[in-house]
């Protein structure tokens, strides 16, 4: 049952994924990005990693794609429609793909993973959270740094110049 | 002196002080006073009388066998020895005294016949050349220095024939005179080269050495006579080189009476007696038969002519004629003597005509007459009464030259008479000989009496001509005088005073050499055969003498044979002799114009095919290789590789700037490509 | 079936078609929609490892910094692709191509 449920959820990820790629409208490719989204969260939650699905959900789907659905509608002519082609050089992008996809399949399937045992986890959270503020204090101040910096460069690139 | 030799030292001036005076006239004769014809007299006069010093010094030793040789090495490369020098023998000295002589009257005469010439000084300079080259003749003791010394005679005569040269029939005469005298050189060379060859050096004691020796011998040697005497040929104006001495009239009277009387001719003569020893018999066979004809065929010319000088001129031809007929058969003593005794008296003749010919231009430029010919006789006669001086002393030249007891010239013209008919008897075969010899002397006498009778005898035909016809001052009939008084027998047999006999100093001093040639016969036995002939000899040319003069004297002066109506008569005969027997025509035909083809079809090979096909093709297609290696250079190795280089790389640039597309995607696309590459490597 | 290589797949198959839509996309919020996929696959393939291949919780902590910077990046990204659209009138990543050479 579980194998079962987990292939349909690789099935929703991927599947939407290649509809954000190859979509020529691009509110379909926001959708299809959505459901990514939401497979990944999915798998996340395969793996056991409760908070993080929830993050994932809570920033990606609330707020990265809400921001790139706006995205697409300030920046589209409603007017216009001047959609030509979508997508440039999709033969040799495809091949180089192909080429990469390949041969990180190939190190994938080659090198000897050491697995470790399955082991049962508690809630995640709650490490997470002693981690952050222990042995990850640098890169979260440095992260709520970098927010701002991003918080401040957001705003002002998308003023009106005076 | 200079040399330490005394007879050297006066050679050595007597050659180069008329060198000197050629050179000072040449540069700056015409800034001279009296454009500087002092200084050739001066320096003419010192060389006569060192000459005459010389001569007397001969006198006082009475040695017959007196010869002195002075020499230096020009050339030494071991093998090969050339050296020049004098040779001074009585013959040289005598000579010599003739040269200078006839010179010096020549530049006094020149004083008024040449008065307010054009060209005076270098008249004067040229006369001094003449000199110089003709005295380097009489002293050379090899063939190499005589040869040049010929080649410099040649030149003057050319400078002064055309010495009025803006008549273009003087300059013709000029060339002709120079030309002519070189084809007989060539002759005259290739016997230099034959004897230099066979005997290795060109001295003339060693080159009879060695043909004594026979070193050189036969039919060789025959050539090499012969072609030695075609020099004489040429020099003297032997048949069939004859046709330039009458034409060399053209040249001012003066310079005739030196180069074309005396000197000048004489030298071909002067070479065949220095030369005698090494004729081959049948050499002088060949020189004896050239000579006889020449003798006879002149003369046969010069009783039609009416130009007084070319009479004079077919006479000088016919005596030398005379001359070179006495060496052939051997009595070359004889001709030297003749050619002594011609000289003072044909020089005094052409002196005399100069005289009359100077009268005859005064007289005709008073009557601005241009038009009349002052030299032909048919404008003249009657001179005896106004010219008396000229008429006895071309008169007594004229007795001279026909060979008339108690002149000169009879004791000469015997001698050479006595030598033909000594040969004749000693070979029947050649009886022509003297039939020329014996011939020629009667013409010559009437053709002679001929030109004083129709000058100065009878009526004159232009009355207002004649009214103004006045004898010739001093200078003009002093070496007149001179020259006549030396036409007398008495100077030539000192101290011996028969007019008959030509023994003397002359014969006693001047003694035939033998011939070196083996076989040939010694002086002594040609001196026998001439001695047997000797008294028959003299009868016939007193006989002779005697025909031709009395047929004139009845032409001319009694009128009682017309010349007119004998020459309609033989009317062809008449024709051939008037025209010179077509001698220039025929050269002209047969000779030149044929020569001139050759010459023109020559040119045109050489300009119009070669030059333009050969040499321009060859230009043509240096142009054409140069424009392709230029081509090459520009458009291939400029244009292909070195632009090309640029082009390919700016090229390659071009293409290379394709991939700075400007788009993000596309950087990130060869990214991709690339660490698919690395990693394809890494892990093969 | 839980295993390592499994997850690791699927992080790959995401990668790729996530660098797919990077390089062929020409709408600049298309790109970055490619880039938050790789950003995603990025994700799993820490949490995979969290769980099978010994990295416990500091693959989880990583993940939480990459969804932190992935949120950063997206509205930095989209202020400039608002700039782009306001100054060329297009965001069509191959028209705005000024450093073409």
């Known amino acids: 049952?579980?194998?079962?449920?987990?292939?349909?959820?690789?099935?929703?990820?991927?599947?939407?994924?290649?509809?954000?790629?190859?979509?020529?409208?691009?509110?379909?490719?926001?959708?299809?990005?959505?459901?990514?989204?939401?497979?990944?969260?999915?798998?996340?939650?395969?793996?056991?990693?409760?908070?993080?699905?929830?993050?994932?959900?809570?920033?990606?789907?609330?707020?990265?794609?809400?921001l790139i659905i706006f995205g697409i509608m300030l920046t589209n002519k409603i007017t216009s429609v001047n959609i030509s082609h979508t997508s440039v050089q999709k033969g040799i992008g495809t091949l180089a793909v192909l080429g990469i996809a390949t041969l990180l399949a190939y190190m994938v399937f080659s090198t000897p993973w050491i697995?470790?045992?399955?082991?049962?986890?508690?809630?995640?959270?709650?490490?997470?959270?002693?981690?952050?503020?222990?042995?990850?204090?640098?890169?979260?101040?440095?992260?709520?740094?970098?927010?701002?910096?991003?918080?401040?460069?957001?705003?002002?690139?998308?003023?009106?110049?005076? | 002196m200079i040399t330490g030799n005394i007879i050297t030292d006066f050679s050595l001036l007597i050659l180069f002080l008329p060198l000197a005076a050629f050179t000072i006239n040449i540069i700056v004769g015409k800034r001279l006073p009296r454009q500087g014809d002092w200084v050739s007299i001066g320096a003419i006069l010192i060389t006569l009388v060192l000459s005459l010093s010389m001569l007397l010094n001969m006198f006082m030793n009475w040695d017959s066998d007196f010869s002195h040789e002075a020499k230096f090495t020009w050339i030494d490369l071991g093998a090969f020895k050339i050296e020049l020098g004098f040779w001074v023998d009585n013959i040289t000295i005598v000579m010599l005294v003739v040269v200078s002589l006839i010179s010096s009257m020549t530049h006094i005469f020149s004083l008024e016949?040449?008065?307010?010439?054009?060209?005076?000084?270098?008249?004067?300079?040229?006369?001094?050349?003449?000199?110089?080259?003709?005295?380097?003749?009489?002293?050379?003791?090899?063939?190499?220095?005589?040869?040049?010394?010929?080649?410099?005679?040649?030149?003057?005569?050319?400078?002064?024939?055309?010495?009025?040269?803006?008549?273009?029939?003087?300059?013709?005469?000029?060339?002709?005179?120079?030309?002519?005298?070189?084809v007989g050189d060539i002759g005259f060379f290739i016997g230099i080269m034959l004897m230099f060859t066979a005997i290795g050096s060109f001295n003339f004691q060693e080159v009879f050495s060695g043909v004594s020796q026979g070193l050189i011998g036969g039919s060789l040697l025959t050539l090499a006579g012969v072609g030695l005497f075609m020099g004489a040929v040429g020099k003297s104006s032997q048949f069939p080189l004859h046709i330039w001495l009458p034409d060399a009239m053209e040249g001012p009277t003066p310079v005739s009476a030196l180069m074309h009387a005396a000197t000048m001719v004489a030298a071909g003569v002067y070479l065949t007696v220095r030369l005698f020893p090494l004729f081959s018999s049948d050499a002088l066979l060949i020189i004896a038969y050239v000579g006889g004809f020449t003798a006879f065929f002149a003369a046969s010319i010069a009783i039609t002519q009416n130009d007084i000088k070319k009479v004079l001129a077919y006479s000088t031809v016919s005596q030398l004629g005379y001359m070179i007929l006495a060496v052939g058969v051997g009595n070359y003593i004889a001709a030297f003597f003749h050619l002594l005794t011609h000289a003072m008296?044909?020089?005094?003749?052409?002196?005399?005509?100069?005289?009359?010919?100077?009268?005859?231009?005064?007289?005709?430029?008073?009557?601005?007459?241009?038009?009349?010919?002052?030299?032909?006789?048919?404008?003249?006669?009657?001179?005896?009464?106004?010219?008396?001086?000229?008429?006895?002393?071309?008169?007594?030249?004229?007795?001279?030259?026909?060979?008339?007891?108690?002149?000169?010239?009879?004791?000469?013209?015997?001698?050479?008479?006595?030598?033909?008919?000594?040969?004749?008897?000693?070979?029947?075969?050649?009886?022509?000989?003297?039939?020329?010899?014996?011939?020629?002397?009667?013409?010559?006498?009437?053709?002679?009496?001929?030109?004083?009778?129709?000058?100065?005898?009878?009526?004159?035909?232009?009355?207002?001509?004649?009214?103004?016809?006045?004898?010739?001052?001093?200078?003009?009939?002093?070496?007149?005088?001179?020259?006549?008084?030396?036409?007398?027998?008495?100077?030539?047999?000192?101290?011996?005073?028969?007019?008959?006999?030509?023994?003397?100093?002359?014969?006693?001093?001047?003694?035939?050499?033998?011939?070196?040639?083996?076989?040939?016969?010694?002086?002594h036995e040609i001196g026998e055969g001439v001695h047997h002939a000797h008294y028959t000899a003299m009868a016939l040319s007193l006989l002779v003498?005697?025909?031709?003069?009395?047929?004139?004297?009845?032409?001319?002066?009694?009128k009682k044979l017309s010349a007119e109506a004998w020459a309609k008569k033989m009317g062809f005969m008449y024709k051939l002799s008037f025209n010179k027997y077509y001698f220039d025509e025929n050269y002209d035909r047969f000779l030149y114009q044929p020569f001139l083809k050759l010459s023109r079809a020559v040119a045109y090979v050489d300009w119009d095919l070669y030059d333009k096909y050969f040499i321009n093709g060859f230009g043509r297609i240096t142009k054409w290789l140069s424009f392709l290696t230029g081509r090459i250079d520009y458009d291939?190795?400029?244009?292909?590789?070195?632009?090309?280089?640029?082009?390919?790389?700016?090229?390659?640039?071009?293409?290379?700037?394709?991939?700075?597309?400007?788009?993000?995607?596309?950087?990130?696309?060869?990214?991709?490509?690339?660490?698919?590459?690395?990693?394809?490597?890494?892990?093969? | 079936m839980d295993s390592l290589t499994n997850y690791l797949v699927v992080s790959v198959v995401l990668f790729s078609l996530g660098l797919f839509g990077v390089i062929t996309r020409r709408n600049g919020v298309a790109v970055l929609m490619g880039v938050e996929l790789i950003l995603n696959s990025a994700n799993l393939n820490f949490l995979a490892f969290a769980r099978f291949g010994g990295m416990n919780m500091a693959g989880h902590v990583f993940a939480l910094f990459v969804i932190v910077l992935a949120a950063a990046e997206a509205a930095v990204a989209l202020a400039i692709i608002i700039n782009i659209f306001n100054n060329f009138q297009t965001i069509n990543v191959d028209e705005v191509s000024d450093l073409k050479q």
């Open chain 1, 1 to 66: 049952m579980a194998d079962f449920t987990f292939w349909i959820v690789v099935g929703l990820t991927l599947g939407s994924a290649f509809m954000v790629v190859q979509s020529k409208n691009l509110l379909y490719s926001a959708y299809a990005l959505l459901f990514s989204f939401i497979g990944v969260t999915g798998l996340y939650v395969f793996l056991w990693a409760d908070f993080i699905a929830v993050v994932q959900v809570v920033v990606y789907v609330g707020g990265i794609l809400i």
């Open chain 1, 115 to 162: 697995e470790l045992a399955n082991v049962e986890q508690e809630e995640t959270t709650a490490s997470i959270g002693r981690l952050l503020m222990m042995d990850y204090l640098l890169p979260f101040e440095a992260a709520s740094l970098l927010l701002l910096g991003a918080l401040i460069g957001a705003t002002t690139l998308s003023r009106k110049e005076d």
């Open chain 2, 113 to 182: 016949y040449l008065k307010g010439d054009v060209r005076y000084s270098r008249y004067y300079a040229y006369l001094g050349l003449f000199t110089f080259s003709m005295n380097g003749i009489v002293l050379a003791n090899n063939l190499i220095s005589l040869y040049v010394f010929w080649e410099l005679v040649g030149v003057s005569s050319y400078l002064l024939i055309a010495h009025w040269f803006e008549k273009p029939s003087a300059a013709a005469a000029g060339k002709k005179a120079f030309l002519t005298n070189r």
């Open chain 2, 345 to 523: 008296f044909k020089a005094c003749l052409f002196y005399g005509s100069g005289s009359v010919i100077h009268a005859m231009h005064h007289s005709l430029h008073e009557l601005d007459d241009h038009k009349t010919d002052p030299q032909d006789m048919r404008n003249m006669g009657g001179f005896k009464s106004k010219m008396p001086i000229t008429y006895w002393t071309m008169t007594i030249a004229t007795l001279a030259i026909s060979g008339v007891p108690f002149f000169s010239g009879f004791l000469s013209k015997d001698a050479i008479l006595a030598g033909s008919l000594g040969f004749a008897q000693h070979y029947p075969q050649h009886f022509l000989l003297p039939v020329f010899g014996f011939g020629a002397a009667a013409i010559t006498a009437f053709y002679m009496f001929r030109l004083i009778f129709m000058t100065f005898h009878g009526e004159s035909k232009m009355p207002k001509v004649f009214k103004r016809i006045h004898e010739s001052p001093r200078v003009m009939t002093f070496p007149l005088m001179l020259l006549s008084g030396l036409s007398i027998f008495i100077f030539y047999t000192l101290p011996y005073f028969n007019p008959l006999s030509d023994h003397g100093w002359f014969t006693e001093l001047i003694l035939a050499g033998d011939s070196v040639v083996p076989g040939n016969p010694t002086a």
């Open chain 2, 545 to 558: 003498a005697g025909l031709g003069i009395g047929l004139s004297y009845l032409m001319y002066i009694k």
């Open chain 2, 636 to 684: 291939g190795l400029d244009q292909s590789i070195v632009d090309g280089l640029g082009r390919s790389v700016q090229g390659f640039g071009k293409q290379l700037k394709q991939v700075q597309t400007g788009r993000l995607q596309n950087y990130m696309l060869f990214a991709l490509v690339g660490v698919i590459i690395i990693l394809v490597i890494q892990t093969i």
